[in-house]
């Protein structure tokens, strides 16, 4: 879903936006989802994909699980995993009138602005639902204690992935 998949003894041929390859250790482990520590030459193509965007969405994310992945836990670790926010990303700004222009398009039609309306209210009321739970009222708390995390040098994500991929003792 988010990374190219080994097949049976190969790992996959996979570029850092299409222009120069990543390293075959990397390729090769499918549990690895970020490339904290690599550097993205001028991409061909690049995909933005956020999937944690604010504590309270990230409880509704939760809730529902994960479309792709149903034993995969959505837990605190799933959160700080992700939840660097350490970069701005402005690279969509030459776009953003063009975008705004189709926006007001699709606001527009008929029945939209309604919907959205709905969306929110039933997000927002998901939402309080969840949090008069105490577990997740405790896990909220926990990740916002965890709301300034910063992922890890290169030299401490290459130490952990030679730790995960280092054979079992017997």
């Given at each position: 879903?988010?990374?190219?998949?080994?097949?049976?003894?190969?790992?996959?041929?996979?570029?850092?936006?299409?222009?120069?390859?990543?390293?075959?250790?990397?390729?090769?482990?499918?549990?690895?989802?970020?490339?904290?520590?690599?550097?993205?030459?001028?991409?061909?193509?690049?995909?933005?994909?956020?999937?944690?965007?604010?504590?309270?969405?990230?409880?509704?994310?939760?809730?529902?699980?994960?479309?792709?992945?149903?034993?995969?836990?959505?837990?605190?670790?799933?959160?700080?995993?992700?939840?660097?926010?350490?970069?701005?990303?402005?690279?969509?700004?030459?776009?953003?009138?063009?975008?705004?222009?189709?926006?007001?398009?699709?606001?527009?039609?008929?029945?939209?602005?309604?919907?959205?309306?709905?969306?929110?209210?039933?997000?927002?009321?998901?939402?309080?639902?969840?949090?008069?739970?105490?577990?997740?009222?405790?896990?909220?708390?926990?990740m916002m204690l965890l709301a300034e995390s910063?992922?890890?040098?290169?030299?401490?994500?290459?130490?952990?992935?030679?730790?995960?991929?280092?054979?079992?003792?017997?």
């Amino acid at each position: 879903m988010h990374r190219p998949k080994n097949k049976k003894d190969a790992a996959p041929r996979w570029s850092l936006g299409g222009a120069s390859p990543l390293d075959r250790a990397v390729a090769a482990d499918d549990s690895r989802i970020n490339l904290f520590g690599y550097d993205t030459p001028t991409a061909k193509a690049r995909l933005n994909h956020y999937s944690v965007r604010s504590a309270e969405e990230f409880l509704a994310k939760r809730a529902r699980g994960l479309p792709n992945q149903k034993g995969k836990p959505v837990d605190l670790g799933y959160w700080a995993e992700r939840n660097f926010n350490t970069q701005e990303n402005l690279s969509f700004a030459p776009h953003l009138p063009a975008m705004k222009e189709k926006l007001a398009e699709l606001l527009a039609l008929s029945g939209v602005i309604h919907a959205i309306a709905h969306a929110r209210d039933w997000h927002k009321a998901q939402i309080a639902r969840l949090l008069a739970e105490p577990a997740n009222a405790r896990l909220l708390w926990h990740m916002m204690l965890l709301a300034e995390s910063t992922p890890p040098s290169r030299e401490a994500l290459e130490r952990n992935i030679k730790r995960l991929n280092a054979p079992e003792p017997s």
